[in-house]
């Protein structure tokens, strides 16, 4: 079964220094999300991509956080400098059309530990 | 605005015995209704979609149920197994629109 691919499983990095996350969606789903969800708590999303258009990134801290999905297929969320408080783990997600009725199907997840 | 409810927020229960959680929402106009598992450390899984004119649809053990007129869902697991320790999550999503709304789960923990 196809799945949403994520990378680095794990990352520790210091407060203040650059970190990237992965996401390779399914393939042909034209939707991708990115969420960041705090333990104990549900995803909350950040930033929604129709092909390479952003849809809706009205959550995403944009003084520190960029994504991008330039060739429409694959994205990579950065978060530069990163500060104690991003510490979370970073789910990206993927459905065929952004409709409300298609099924999000969600990559493993990426944990950001910032010390 | 759109809301998402669940109870209770933690549940713990022994191995063998049924439990059911909870999911209230204010979600207008009412599209679909999911339940996702999400086991400790890994991306949520969906187990259910209901639509407006679903009241119940199962997925083996898991059963939900829908009541649209009083805006609520329920996620019934019987027989409870170990490996159902995990993190349930509601998604209820509008009509007409891209971004569904989560819940914050129910963590569920079954003891031997």
């Known amino acids: 079964e196809a799945e949403v691919a994520q990378s680095p499983r794990y990352k520790i990095t210091e407060k203040s220094q650059a970190v990237a996350f992965w996401c390779d969606p399914i393939?042909?789903?034209?939707?991708l999300y990115w969420y960041r969800q705090i333990l104990g708590q549900g995803p909350e999303l950040l930033v929604q991509?129709?092909?390479?258009?952003?849809?809706?990134d009205s959550q995403l801290p944009k003084d520190r956080f960029s994504a991008e999905r330039l060739k429409g297929v694959d994205s990579t969320l950065k978060i530069q400098p990163a500060e104690l408080g991003d510490s979370a783990m970073y789910l990206c997600?993927?459905?065929?059309?952004?409709?409300?009725?298609?099924?999000?199907?969600f990559g493993e997840g990426s944990w950001l530990t910032v010390v | 605005k759109n809301q998402v409810e669940q109870s209770p927020q933690s549940l713990i229960i022994l191995e063998g015995k049924n439990c059911t959680l909870q999911?209230?929402?204010?979600?207008?106009?009412?599209?679909?209704l999911r339940w996702y598992k999400q086991d400790t450390g890994r991306g949520p899984v969906s187990l259910t979609i209901?639509?407006?004119?679903?009241n119940t649809k199962s997925n083996g053990r898991y059963t939900a149920t829908l009541d649209a007129d009083t805006k609520q869902s329920s996620l019934h697991i019987t027989a409870s197994q170990l490996s159902d320790s995990a993190s349930y999550i509601c998604?209820?999503?509008?009509?007409?629109?891209?971004?569904?709304?989560f819940g914050r789960g129910t963590s569920l923990i079954v003891h031997p």
């Open positions: 997600a993927s459905s065929l059309q952004p409709r409300s009725g298609n099924t999000i199907y």
């Open positions: 393939s042909g789903h034209a939707t």
């Open positions: 991509f129709q092909d390479e258009s952003v849809v809706d």
């Open positions: 999911c209230n929402y204010t979600v207008s106009p009412f599209s679909n």
């Open positions: 209901m639509t407006f004119s679903e």
């Open positions: 998604v209820v999503s509008a009509r007409g629109s891209y971004i569904p709304t």
